[in-house]
């Protein structure tokens, strides 16, 4: 794939859907301006196959994707009678619809100044095309010419999470959990714990002390630690689209066990996994 290709697309664009009459206009490639039929008889816009420029930015990072920059080279050709004026005009009508099908990778374009070709003895104006977008790092640079053994124009490519990460995924893989604390605050009480995302697991311990814990008074074992995980039921955390909340049992039981999450003048810590 080369930018060949890119200019390919193009043309058949213009010649299919821009154009109305090809009998009046016409789009092609051309490795220079002899490729232009003479005497000239319409409109050519002759797209510079080999004037093409190619641009990587950070061009010694190779692990990663980057923006890639390519100017194309067209020359618009009028036969005798037009002025500049009309054939600029009749140019930007052009580009401006290349420029919206190929929106997101198109930017820009300049129109430059007409002169007379020696050759063709006819109007020509310069045109430049300039296209910036995503480039895997799977190429080759050839002169001006970029081979890439999998897209060239690749913005889908890069998006694709499936082969890249997401931003997503790198915040998570750089920091998969988030560790803190709390202060309990007794029976009929939520803590709520604020994280800006939603853990798929959480995991709540008592600081400084066992995990359960025989309260002589009622008989009663106090369970200093629980998880919770995202789909699974859980009576005492509750994991919310921004964090987790913690609740206490209502009142201490005779004979029985009970969660202690949440007990007054106790600290706690968790540990939430993105």
Do not use: W
Not at 76 to 103: F, K, W
């Amino acid at each position: 794939m080369t930018t060949t290709n890119l200019i390919n697309g193009i043309v058949n664009f213009v010649n299919d859907t821009v154009i109305e009459d090809s009998a009046v206009c016409e789009a092609l490639l051309s490795f220079d301006d002899r490729a232009v039929p003479a005497p000239l008889t319409k409109f050519y816009f002759a797209f510079l196959i080999g004037q093409d420029k190619v641009d990587l930015e950070n061009i010694d990072t190779e692990e990663c994707c980057q923006r890639t920059q390519i100017t194309v080279s067209m020359n618009c050709y009028a036969p005798p009678g037009e002025s500049a004026i009309g054939v600029c005009a009749y140019a930007e009508q052009v580009l401006d619809r290349v420029i919206a099908e190929y929106a997101g990778l198109m930017g820009s374009y300049e129109i430059g100044t007409a002169v007379i070709d020696d050759y063709l003895k006819a109007l020509k104006i310069p045109c430049k095309l300039h296209f910036r977008f995503e480039q895997c790092p799977a190429f080759n640079v050839s002169g001006t010419i970029i081979r890439p053994y999998a897209d060239f124009l690749c913005k889908t490519h890069v998006n694709d999470t499936a082969v890249h990460l997401s931003p997503a995924d790198r915040a998570r893989i750089s920091a998969p959990f988030v560790c803190g604390t709390y202060n309990g605050l007794g029976p009929l009480n939520t803590v709520t714990i604020s994280l800006g995302f939603r853990p798929l697991l959480v995991y709540v311990f008592a600081l400084n002390a066992p995990a359960v814990k025989l309260d002589s008074n009622y008989n009663t074992l106090l369970n200093f630690t629980d998880c919770a995980v995202v789909g699974l039921s859980n009576d005492y955390i509750h994991i919310t689209a921004g964090g987790f909340t913690v609740t206490a049992e209502d009142s201490m039981h005779y004979n029985t066990a009970m969660r202690a999450l949440n007990e007054s003048g106790v600290t706690y810590g968790y540990l939430a996994v993105k």
